[in-house]
Structures are given as structure tokens and as C-alpha cells.
């Protein structure tokens, strides 16, 4: 019997398989080592290194995924998670397998994934004063619902109140390959305080296909540091959560970030820029309200109209559109708030020559089914917010792309 994912899982960033992908999976038997083995490793380091983060073997880990990567690092480190509201909708039910309460803060209002300081500093007091552990902040100055980037003004001060709270700070940069314009600023915490986090990013979103569960942890390069990846490590022994060989080596190929790899990537954001944009004047021509996506693919819109709250927008805009949104609560938000994040992925294609096409398209906007998708997108929300969707709101034209 399938098990299904309640809160929609994933954003899916609707892109194609690359062939270099099925190219370099190893016909080799077995598995990896539990966290990773050397050449893994080593194309890990180079990955962390050229973004800033000089890593040494002995400060990554691998594992099939984010969830058992935090999983793990939960049980390592102890204590209670502070989550951003709204937080990827992954995230709680992690916390929920190991029995660790989630304390959620606010986040600032011009972005999401990144707490509010000053409300971090009031949730984390309340809560040690309630007899709560708070130990470990969450937090993605790349957004997934909402799509947006923290300025890094704002992340500064959240990771200095972080400190000051004595908070461990994971950071999630999954979505941090993923912007759609090149004067977008973003900072990682670990370039602010380097020796108190632990970045964490699951390829998915960028240089693996997304079916496929692979992700990373790079972590201090301290006592601490080394002390926290040996618990982590020896709990993704525990439970087994090990890349299979043949992902192990093809995840080890694009690691290196060969040529034919980095302009897959390059595409692939000009493409969800392009898309994000569009589907951001569709949703707000139709009388949505929502922030324009900076990173990633999807959007976090609030519908307003009579007796619509998060569950009934989820079922009503997903049956419009015979596909998953989920609503605002699974991300930690107020049900009664009529929010939903919309996956920009899915206007691509449903199939690999459709994802493919929209892909290499010199302008994706006027791809036929991408145009459809776009349209049919405005006429939902419409019908849902009772507005008449602005003609041409889609857009077919250069606006929208990166700059």
C-alpha cells in the first residue's frame, strides 16, 4: 500500500533528467558508506569550497536526503528546533519522529525562512522559562514556501540573536543555487558565524533530479564542530540511511561542477525565473497577495474570499488545478489564514519532452502548454477570489527574466 505525503511534499522544480545524470550512475554493486566514502566526500568539499566555505572531508557528510539528515542531527545535537513561520513543510514532522517539540517565530515581513530577531529572542525566553530546551535554529535565507531572499541586514542580526540565545543555527541553503537574478545579495550564516553552523542542502532542488533523495551537511570547523558530525554521523550508521553506490558516484560527478552540469543549472534558474515571474502576475492579476519569488519555484500567495481558509483553499485551488497545493497550515501558519504555496515546477510539463521543451525554448513563456498552464493558473485563482483575471497577466515577454 502507498503512503502518502499529507502536506504535498516538495516543491518539484519541473526540470527534465540531464542525460550526464543516467550517464555517470555506477553500474557498481552495494552501497556507500554510512555518511558518505571518500570521492563523495571530497567533491562535497570542492562544492562548500567554491561558495565561500573552505571544507575539509573530515566536516561533511552525505545522506539520502534532508529529512534523515536532519533527522540525524537532531538526535546529535539535542534540545528543541526554533522554526521560522512559515518553514518548509518537511521540517515539523521531522522534529515529531524523535519526540522534539517545535518553538515557531515569526518571520520579518519583507521575507521568510528567517525568524524575526527580536521575536526569537522573546519565543526562545518563554520557552527555557516553561521549562523548554531550545538548542538548534532552523532557518533558509532562500525560502521555500514563500520564495524569497532575507536581506542580509536582517540575517545578521537573526544569527547574532541566535548566538546570543546560545542557539546552534542549521542552515538550509537548498534553494540557495537558485536565484532568479544575479544582483540578488545572499549571505550563508556560517560565512557570520562560522564556528556555531551547520549548513545543510538537499541537491534535489539543483544539480540531482528531484526524485532522487541526496543531501549534504558541511559542519564547523571546530571541537564542537567535529563532535556534532561524529553523533550525526553515527546515527545515520544507526538507521542506515546511506546513498545507494550508483547515486553515490553519479552525486559525486556533479559535485565537481563539470561544464555540461553548471549550464544545466544556469538554464534551469533562467527558466524558473522566467516561469516564477509570470505565474507571480497571473496569481496577483487575479487578486492574489503575494511577496515576487526571488529564489526556488513556487509562490505563497494569500486568496481572499468568504469562508476561505488554508484547508479549504488547499482542496478548491488543488482540485482547480488537479494537482497538490498545499496550504498555508502545513508550513506552520494560521489555518483561518488563506494561504497556499503553488509550485511553479509544474507549469513546465508533465513530461520529460514537455520539461525538456520548455527548457531550451528561447522563450518558455510562449511554449504552448506552458501558456496554457499560466492561463489556466489565473483563471483558478480568479474563480476562487472572484476577480477578473488581468488579460495578458501572464505575460509572454522579456519581463520577468533574469537580469
Given amino acids: 500500500m502507498a503512503i502518502s505525503v499529507p502536506y504535498g511534499g516538495r516543491p518539484d522544480p519541473g526540470l527534465p533528467v540531464p542525460a550526464y545524470w543516467d550517464a555517470h550512475l555506477s553500474a557498481a554493486s552495494g552501497s556507500d558508506a554510512p555518511g558518505g566514502g571518500s570521492r563523495l566526500l571530497d567533491a562535497a568539499c570542492g562544492y562548500f569550497t567554491r561558495r565561500g566555505l573552505w571544507s575539509g572531508p573530515s566536516q561533511v557528510l552525505a545522506a539520502p536526503g534532508a529529512e534523515p539528515l536532519l533527522l540525524a542531527l537532531l538526535a546529535a545535537a539535542g534540545g528543541d528546533p526554533v522554526l521560522a513561520r512559515p518553514a518548509p513543510a518537511w521540517q515539523a514532522p521531522v522534529a515529531a519522529v524523535v519526540g522534539r517539540p517545535v518553538h515557531a517565530v515569526p518571520s520579518a515581513p519583507e521575507g521568510g525562512g528567517v525568524p524575526d530577531p527580536f521575536a526569537l529572542l522573546e519565543a526562545v525566553r518563554r520557552a527555557r522559562a516553561a521549562g523548554a530546551d531550545p538548542r538548534m535554529l532552523v532557518l533558509s535565507a532562500a525560502d521555500d514556501p514563500t520564495g524569497t531572499v532575507t536581506a542580509p ?16 543555527i542549521v542552515s538550509d541553503e537548498t534553494y540557495s543555487g537558485t536565484l532568479h537574478h544575479r544582483d540578488t545579495v545572499l549571505l550563508s550564516p556560517a ?23 541526496c543531501a549534504l551537511a558541511r559542519f564547523p570547523a571546530t571541537a564542537h564542530g567535529t563532535a556534532w558530525r561524529q553523533r550525526t554521523a553515527a546515527a545515520l550508521a544507526a538507521l542506515r540511511a546511506v546513498l545507494p553506490a550508483p547515486v553515490a558516484a553519479a552525486a559525486a560527478y556533479v559535485l565537481t561542477e563539470p561544464a555540461e552540469v553548471t549550464a544545466f543549472a544556469a538554464a534551469a534558474n533562467r527558466l524558473h525565473a522566467r516561469t516564477a515571474a509570470a505565474a507571480h502576475r497571473a496569481v496577483t492579476g487575479a487578486g492574489g497577495v503575494c511577496r515576487p519569488p526571488k529564489a526556488g519555484f513556487s509562490l505563497y500567495p494569500r486568496l481572499d474570499a468568504p469562508g476561505l481558509d488554508a484547508p479549504a483553499l488547499e482542496a478548491r485551488l488543488g482540485a482547480a488545478l488537479g494537482r497538490a497545493v498545499p496550504g498555508g497550515h502545513r508550513f506552520g501558519d494560521d489555518p483561518a489564514e488563506p494561504r497556499v504555496r503553488i509550485a511553479t515546477g509544474a507549469l513546465h510539463g508533465r513530461t520529460d519532452h514537455e520539461r525538456r521543451t520548455a527548457l531550451t525554448a528561447a522563450d518558455p513563456l510562449a511554449v504552448p502548454h506552458v501558456a496554457a498552464a499560466l492561463a489556466a493558473l489565473g483563471a483558478a485563482v480568479a474563480a476562487l477570489t472572484g476577480t477578473d483575471a488581468v488579460s495578458g497577466s501572464a505575460g ?4 520577468g527574466g533574469p537580469a
Fill in 153 to 168: 541586514e536582517l540575517l545578521h542580526e537573526t544569527c547574532e540573536a541566535a548566538a546570543e540565545a546560545g542557539l546552534l
Fill in 191 to 213: 560565512e557570520m558565524l562560522p564556528d556555531h553552523t551547520v549548513v545543510l542542502t538537499d541537491l534535489g532542488a539543483t544539480l540531482v533530479p528531484a526524485g532522487v533523495p
Fill in 396 to 399: 509572454v515577454g522579456s519581463r
